[in-house]
């Protein structure tokens, strides 16, 4: 079959790279891609919100299946839109509709449903503009650090975590009278503060069967030592050493079956990926937050582990006979490391040549912010590209990736020199 990816990232790459490997894959296509992608699929220059573009890429090309990356276009009802148009309503489309995409468009959504399913996660209240003040009076009833969540689509940078009261009050007031965030501030949510160590779970659910796919462990924080401005993610690994079977259980019956009923109890149309960001308190874990698609950098340690066929897999999906799979692990541990240009996530300059690439003999490059200039690869992002490994652990992984990343370079490049520090 034909197959089309949306996106241009590292998990894009990801999932082209896992998809060619298919012997159902034959012609395969990414929108609008990167340099990564050019080498193993056929690029096209075409947004990922550009619903008409898209269908005619997808009538053009006979594409049986689309791949939907990133969260914009889901929050956006990309899927309806396909089930909508006669000549589209027959694609594969992998991702939910939009009522099931707004656990991932709205915090406030995505906490009430948390709530009416008792799943476990912080208490919380949300706010708008014209209750600025009750706001502030809700934050002086919390402990510090206090938990400050634009409650729509922030590109991952609409959360804020700060110890004190006088600059919380002034952020919520940034946030939602000057519009810091701009539309996506226009309701936050706070929350108490969980203090635990933070993890993933990825589900793959066809609205009433579900597969549990390996956990990660991202590294959000731009500095060493988890210090600075919050990005994409600088790194992850994958299995993650405090994830204990018990602990694994827990997630299971506490809140993956409760999430999946809850969307046929709440009639949430989902096809796709569920990300659940959760947090070990003590011995129990709480949802931080849901995200309708794969995340990155997890999704570049968490499928290199994956052994089934790519394609075998969403075909389950979309058929609804996601109970006849068995999903199969590489037992070796896979960590990447990502590689970023200098002054990310702040402004940063592109077009940096990127040399070394084709020294890499112990790792996998996945291409995200890299774009090819002619025949060169240069810089286009603030997250440039992921270097994974395999080991038989973790440390053994990472090693791998710093000694691949050495033979690297392009002008003002930075990564973190301590990714798996904390486990």
Known sequence: MNILVLGSGGREH??????????????LFVAPGNSGTAKIATNVPVGVTDFTAIKEVVLNNKISMVVVGPEDPLVQGIH????????????????????AAELEGSKDFAKEFLFRH???TAAYKCFDAN????????????????????????????????????????ELKNMLVEAKFGTASKKVVIEEFLDGIELSCFVLTDGKNYKILPTAKDYKRIGEGDTGLNTGGMGAVSPVPFATPEFLNKIEERIVKPTIDGFQKD??????????GLIKV??????????VRMGDPETEVVLPRLKNDLVDIFEAMSNQTLDDITIEVDERAATTIMLVSGGYPESYEKSKKITGLSDIENSIVFHAGAQLDQDEVV??????????????TYKEAIKKSYQSIDKIKFDKMYYRKDIGFDL
């Open 267 to 276: 009639n949430l149309p989902y096809i796709g990926f569920v990300f659940i």
């Open 282 to 291: 003590g011995e129990d874990p709480f949802v931080i937050e849901y995200n």
């Open 131 to 170: 209750s600025v003040e009750e706001g502030y009076k809700f934050l002086e009833s919390l402990k510090p650090p206090y938990v400050l969540k634009a409650d729509g689509l922030a590109a991952g940078k609409g959360v804020l975590i700060l110890n004190d009261l006088d600059e919380a009050k002034l």
């Open 118 to 120: 008792d799943i476990p």
């Open 80 to 99: 309806d839109y396909f089930l909508e148009d006669n000549a589209l309503k027959n694609v594969a489309v992998i991702g939910p509709q939009k009522a």
């Open 14 to 27: 990801t999932f082209a790279w896992k998809l060619a490997q298919s012997p159902k894959c034959k012609n």
């Open 379 to 392: 810089t286009s992002g603030g997250r440039v590209m992921a270097i994974t490994s395999y080991g038989d």
